[in-house]
């Protein structure tokens, strides 16, 4: 890492602590060439995020891609693209701390369902109804899930 004061190629952790709630490490460096201190945060990059298997094909999950679908269900407002951001990185972090094998649409859409729910239950049940989390109450259970 390079020194943000001299920038020096070579700097030192001296204290490092993984979050328990988000998927990020917290490090504090020391520069040996010039003594200066500082914190750096790491998380992972957004193609570190699992693959999902979405009906057999498989694809990259994407947090502006969950972001946009959260955003369909939002009251209008003019901060509601940050929010949505906001929820669908709070999802991913979510994800991460689990750290499944493998990951399904479907794993995603719970996972989401419950962040916004959290946050704004209306949205929560506007998004949980869409991707098929929640049904409608007057909506029969389909006796046999593998047929339709």
């Excluded at 969950?66 to 991913?92: F, G, R």
């Excluded at 704004?120 to 991707?131: E, I, M, N, Q, S």
């Amino acid at each position: 890492m390079i020194c943000i004061k001299c920038t020096h190629n070579d700097t030192q952790v001296v204290n490092s602590r993984m979050n328990k709630k988000t998927a990020s490490v917290w490090r504090r460096r020391r520069c040996p060439s010039c003594r200066a201190v500082f914190s750096t945060y790491e998380q992972p990059a957004q193609n570190a995020y699992p693959i999902v298997e979405n009906r057999g094909s498989k694809c990259t999950f994407s947090i502006p891609r969950l972001a946009a679908s959260i955003q369909t269900d939002m009251s209008p407002s003019n901060d509601q693209a940050d929010i949505a951001y906001a929820l669908a990185s709070t999802t991913a972090q979510k994800l991460l701390i689990d750290r499944p094998r493998s990951l399904t649409s479907r794993d995603i859409s719970k996972v989401a369902y419950n962040t916004i729910k959290a946050y704004d239950p209306a949205c929560g049940v506007r998004y949980g109804l869409r991707v098929g989390v929640l049904r409608p109450a007057n909506q029969p259970r389909n006796k046999n899930p593998g047929r339709l």
